[in-house]
């Protein structure tokens, strides 16, 4: 009876042992993980590009690419500035007209023609100028007074193809005529690349240019 009981008990310990040996590789790997649910692309929600656009904008103007704020209108330089010329200064340096009479008030600019071409011109009047006050042209050559200049009392007439002009060239007025019925003629000068000055000559009365 004892011998049948242990040869039981050794039978069924080594059926145990079979169960749990046999189990051991397959039951020892993890089952894998179920893969993650892939997360489906968020449409964007309308009008959020709209709303973030402003925020991504460069407080520059469209017309400008350069990135740089635009001048203010008072900023804008002088005709001329670009190559030097200074009209101010022409005006201060040239000297009163021959025969005023009286204390000269000076010369101010009234225009500045073709200030960096060939050939251009400061147009200068006096300060307080009246009908019959003096005026005054000089000639410039890429903003620099040309050597020749001309005299009396003149204004600036028609430019020409930027390197000739025509200037009107009042004359003393005849007997006791107002100064401004006084007589007018005209010349044309043009610069000389050669000579590095301006050429001038009449124009006959009654042609034109």
Do not use: H
């Not at 009981?5 to 079979?18: C, L, N, Q, V």
């Not at 749990?20 to 179920?34: K, L, R, S, T, Y």
């Not at 203010?72 to 010329?85: N, R, T």
């Not at 022409?90 to 007209?97: R, V």
Request: aromatic residues 4%.
């Amino acid at each position: 009876m004892n011998t049948r009981r242990k040869s039981f008990a050794i039978a069924t310990g080594a059926m145990a042992a079979a169960t749990v040996i046999g189990a051991g590789p397959a039951g020892a790997q993890e089952a894998p993980a179920a893969p993650a649910p892939e997360q489906a692309e968020q449409a964007p929600v309308d009008g959020a590009l709209e709303d973030a656009a402003p925020e991504a904008q460069q407080d520059t103007p469209a017309d400008d690419t350069t990135g740089e704020a635009a001048p203010a209108e008072g900023d804008a330089e002088a005709p001329g500035a670009e190559c030097g010329l200074d009209a101010e200064a022409i005006a201060e340096e040239t000297p009163a007209p021959e025969d005023f009479e009286g204390d000269f008030p000076g010369w101010t600019v009234e225009n500045v023609a073709s200030s960096c071409g060939n050939l251009g011109a400061v147009e200068l009047s006096t300060e307080g100028a009246t009908g019959s006050s003096p005026t005054k042209v000089v000639l410039v050559n890429a903003g620099t007074p040309t050597k020749t200049q001309p005299e009396g009392n003149t204004t600036l007439g028609q430019q020409f193809f930027d390197f000739a002009a025509v200037v009107n060239e009042k004359q003393a007025p005849e007997g006791d005529d107002p100064n401004a019925e006084a007589p007018q003629t005209q010349s044309i000068y043009v610069w000389n690349p050669l000579a590095g000055d301006v050429v001038g000559a009449p124009i006959p009365a009654g042609s034109s240019i």
